[in-house]
């Protein structure tokens, strides 16, 4: 699975900003990035639709996230739901399913869909999104022993995860996926950490994706949609923080003392 990628949360809500939000793509693509997270949430399907057209005659060198709503996560409705997840992607297949977050529906039936699709060669991998420890435990006694992924909101402001979960899904081979990893931009703002980009030559921004990007078993998909934020993004994989950089981002965003409970956006 990529280390990298791009969201699509907030693409295809809007006819004006379309051509744009395909051509952010293509051009991540062109630049290297393989891996675009979509869900069928993001703009009720519409997202998926500019997915399928950024990949459109070169599929084979994208990997393509989506994820399920959890009302849609029963036995038959994940199913169906991933058939019209495949459709407005125009592919065969998913490379990795997400649950998008725990619902009502007891996760044996999304598992049994999850089984059916991957042998199906509808899906390659499945995972979850926004599950915290106790979820994650659920899943396993469940029977989900082969989740690929949980994608969960990381960044240096969002840490719970720090004190229990990353370690977890690390032990389990479970790849986690930062989403939201500069906070939508809001933690660009922060002054300790433009102050520590200063000191590295670096940008906000890079200096949040090289600090998720750190850690062997984390991926991290921010949304771009400029070519100036998708260029200052890629510098991120370039970077190196040494222990005195992580010293600071622990002193401006301390990591959790005890349990904390997972946030979600
Ligand atoms: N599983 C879940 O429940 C869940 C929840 C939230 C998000 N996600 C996924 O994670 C993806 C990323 O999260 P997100 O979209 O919430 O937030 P994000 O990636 O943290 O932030 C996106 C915002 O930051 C701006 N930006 C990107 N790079 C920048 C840079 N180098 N300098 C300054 N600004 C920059 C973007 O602007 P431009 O667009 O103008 O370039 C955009 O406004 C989503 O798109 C979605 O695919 C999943």
């Known amino acids: 699975m990529p280390r990298f990628g791009l969201g699509t949360w907030r693409m295809g809500e809007s006819k004006a900003k379309r051509a744009a939000e395909v051509a ?9 990035i393989r891996l675009i997270d979509t869900a069928e949430m993001y703009g009720e399907g519409e997202a998926e639709g500019i997915v399928a057209e950024a990949i459109a005659g070169r599929r084979d060198a994208s990997f393509i996230v989506s994820k399920v709503y959890p009302h849609n996560a029963g036995r038959a409705q994940a199913v169906a739901a991933c058939e019209r997840s495949l459709k407005r992607l125009k592919t065969e297949r998913i490379d990795l399913y997400l649950l998008h977050w725990r619902g009502n529906v007891p996760l044996d039936e999304t598992l049994e869909a999850f089984a059916f699709l991957k042998e199906a060669g509808k899906i390659g991998d499945w995972g979850v999104s926004n599950f ?27 840490r719970a995860a720090e004190y229990e979960l990353l370690r977890r899904c690390a032990e389990r081979k479970v790849t986690v996926m930062a989403y939201s990893p500069i906070e939508q ?13 200063e000191k590295k030559g670096a940008s906000p921004a890079q ?22 934020h998708l260029r200052d993004n890629l510098g991120a994989l370039d970077l190196v923080l040494d222990k005195e950089d992580l010293a600071a981002i622990d002193a401006a965003f301390p990591p959790p003392r005890g349990p904390a409970r997972l946030d979600m956006l």
Request: contains cysteine.
């Open 24 to 32: 952010g793509l293509q051009l991540g693509l062109d630049l290297g």
């Open 132 to 158: 915290d420890v106790a979820d994650m435990r659920d899943l396993e006694r469940a029977g989900g022993t082969d989740c690929a992924s949980n994608q969960i909101l990381y960044n240096p402001m969002r």
């Open 185 to 197: 931009g809001r933690i660009l703002r922060d002054r300790r950490l433009a102050t520590l980009a």
């Open 207 to 228: 200096i949040c994706l090289a600090w998720a990007l750190m850690r062997p078993n984390i991926c991290a998909i921010p949304k771009i949609t400029s070519e100036e």
